[in-house]
């Protein structure tokens, strides 16, 4: 037997993961163990609230969900009654014996398996430890079993891999499923697992499944208050379908959400970018030989996506790169000058910006989306570079009387000598009075 445990964020996120697969038929719910009544006479609201009710207790708890995975060899036919007692034995071992929890079976696999859904936030508030859970006591759990029920030893089954993933990602197709369901489900499965810093970043990893999120035009007015919303598109690139709020999702993953994880993902994805380098060095030995596709193939083939950013001309204004291995998401130009649109074209042996015949993202306001530093990752990383003209700026590029008085002063130069010494404190004398 195989134990994973993820602990994670977000109840919703693991529960309706669970509760999708119940409703795609390809999952049942064997056992709601400390709930007040059987998992079959509880509707999908009880099962979540009675979770959700826990995690409450301790809001200010940031990790309030553990998410487990028991998976046994091929060769073990289990009933539910044994999966039911498997289950018992083992959150028992944990800790977690009489916290409310969640027992699927899952049918989408070779192996048979069951995922457990808890909260660590128990009754009296006090949380339960989560930290070397599973080589403390998810080990020793997972051995005692082994030997009381027979099952194959974790060591015998090879390195057979087992992961908990998020949401088996698919290209969504427009028309043949549940708009916001699905882009639910491209989302689980990008947001937290791709480093990305950028909203046109995001938007390349999320064009392979055919979503992307809007901020609408700069004088609209979900633009001015910060809005996000996210939208199907079709096998051409286009939009289609109703716009979703961002809101509607589980994460909520808005603007602040998504600023968030541009500033961590700056520094987490930096030291991938020589591995990239190398894999677009490599495809590009022979490169008169290379067409656009020629050269997106050969990197697809090492675990690269290429998507080209081009107008409606279908002249290339950027290229991304999206490496799935190590999950990062860069722009040309970010990996340097010599691998930007222009200089990928002229090593190529093509005439920039002639386009490929192929327009993946018709969108002309990427390019701005890249040149302006709208988030905190960008004004970290360049802290001396001066903002793009903005809507308050004339179409010459002078910037107008409003803009020049209530600009910030540029607080990264460094402060005068004269203006940081601190001045030195004179002592002052005590008077003595001899008479006293």
Not at 26 to 47: H, I, M, T
Not at 326 to 333: D, I, L, R, Y
Not at 384 to 413: H, M, V, Y
Request: aromatic share 8%.
């Amino acid at each position: 037997m195989v134990a994973v445990l993820k602990p994670n964020r977000s109840l919703k996120d693991t529960f309706y993961y669970n509760e999708n697969k119940l409703k795609e038929g390809e999952a049942v719910c064997l056992l709601a163990e400390n709930y007040p009544r059987q998992a079959g006479d509880l509707s999908e609201l009880d099962k979540l609230g009675m979770l959700q009710k826990m995690a409450a207790i301790r809001p200010g708890v940031k990790v309030n969900s553990l998410h487990i995975s028991l998976n046994f060899d091929p060769s073990e036919v289990l009933s539910g009654n044994q999966l039911r007692a498997i289950a018992r034995e083992y959150m028992e071992q944990i800790g977690f014996g009489n916290q409310p929890y969640l027992v699927y079976q899952h049918f989408d696999a070779a192996h048979p398996h069951i995922h457990l859904v808890t909260t660590n936030i128990q009754a009296d508030g006090r949380g339960i430890s989560l930290h070397h859970l599973g080589i403390q006591k998810s080990e020793p759990a997972r051995k005692m079993i082994e030997d009381k029920y027979g099952l194959v030893r974790a060591e015998d089954q090879g390195k057979q891999a087992y992961e908990l993933k998020p949401v088996p990602l698919e290209k969504v197709v427009y028309g043949r499923s549940q708009t916001k369901r699905a882009i639910g489900n491209v989302l689980l499965g990008v947001l937290d697992n791709y480093k990305y810093s950028s909203l046109a970043e995001l938007n390349a990893v999320l064009s392979l499944y055919n979503v992307r999120a809007e901020r609408g035009s700069e004088n609209s007015r979900i633009y001015k208050h910060r809005g996000l919303v996210y939208r199907l598109l079709d096998e051409q690139g286009n939009l289609a379908g109703v716009p979703i709020k961002a809101s509607s999702f589980y994460q909520k993953p808005g603007l602040n959400y998504l600023e968030q994880r541009f500033y961590k993902n700056v520094i987490q994805k930096k030291q991938y970018q020589i591995r990239l380098k190398n894999i677009i060095d490599l495809a590009l030995i022979n490169p008169q030989s290379l067409s656009i596709d020629a050269f997106k193939s050969a990197l697809k083939k090492q675990g690269v996506d290429l998507v080209l950013r081009q107008n409606i001309a279908g002249q290339i204004y950027g290229l991304t790169y999206i490496d799935h291995q190590t999950k990062c998401v860069f722009n040309g130009s970010a990996l340097g000058k010599n691998y930007s649109a222009n200089a990928m074209q002229d090593r190529l042996g093509l005439t920039p910006n002639s386009g490929s015949g192929q327009v993946l993202q018709q969108d002309p306001q990427a390019a701005v989306e890249d040149e302006k530093p709208k988030n905190k990752a960008s004004k970290l990383n360049n802290p001396g570079e001066k903002e793009t003209p903005t809507s308050n700026q004339s179409d010459t590029g002078q910037t107008s009387f409003a803009e020049l008085l209530f600009r910030p002063e540029n607080t990264w130069e460094p402060d005068p000598y004269d203006l940081t010494r601190r001045r030195k404190k004179r002592k002052r004398k005590q008077n003595i009075n001899p008479q006293q």
